[in-house]
């Protein structure tokens, strides 16, 4: 697990270390000190601990003017015993929220595991970014943690697209992708 590495050809573009506004703000990268562990292998330092002991993340793009962010996840996402969900709520979707941000990105290709919980925060997340005309999208997730995902119907909540060529794209064009399949899926779902 140490050998993957965060996607860094958007770093001309954004780094969420140098955003006054991100969680993560003068964060220190050591690129040779390995610390970070999940279940007894070590990740690449460039991923972002935000409370969850499985899973880790990275901000590759945020953008204040469009209202979105992009952020890509590693390890196993666990809402049966760390409720995730939760923490990635509370901890990075609000911080993002306050500051006018509806629009979510995961990309989901190293997420390893996903365990279901509760539905609660997926609906209570939904609720307040679809007031705000906002949505939340995960790309990428692998064929067995998607059909987990798709089996407790938390779709309704977060929709699941796959995109494989997404770093071909500058955070602008794989955003308006996103920002199309969403638009279509709400229809979609307004006409069901």
Known sequence: MHQIEPFYNWHYIYRTEDDKLSPFFEKQYNEFQFSQTIYNYYIHPQWDFFGSRTLYLKILMVDYDQRYCIIELLGEWNDAIENDIMTLKREIAEHFMSNS????????????????????????????????????????LHE????????????????????????TFKPHHLYNNIDRLMSRYIDFEKNE
């Open 101 to 140: 941000i509806y629009k979510f990105i995961f990309i989901g290709e190293n997420v390893i595991n996903f365990h279901s919980g509760d539905k609660d925060y997926y609906q209570e997340w939904f609720e307040e970014v679809t007031e705000e005309q906002g949505w939340i999208a995960l790309i990428n």
């Open 144 to 167: 067995v943690s998607a059909n987990e995902f798709r089996k407790t119907r938390l779709e309704a909540y977060i929709p699941l697209f796959t995109i494989p060529e997404w770093r």
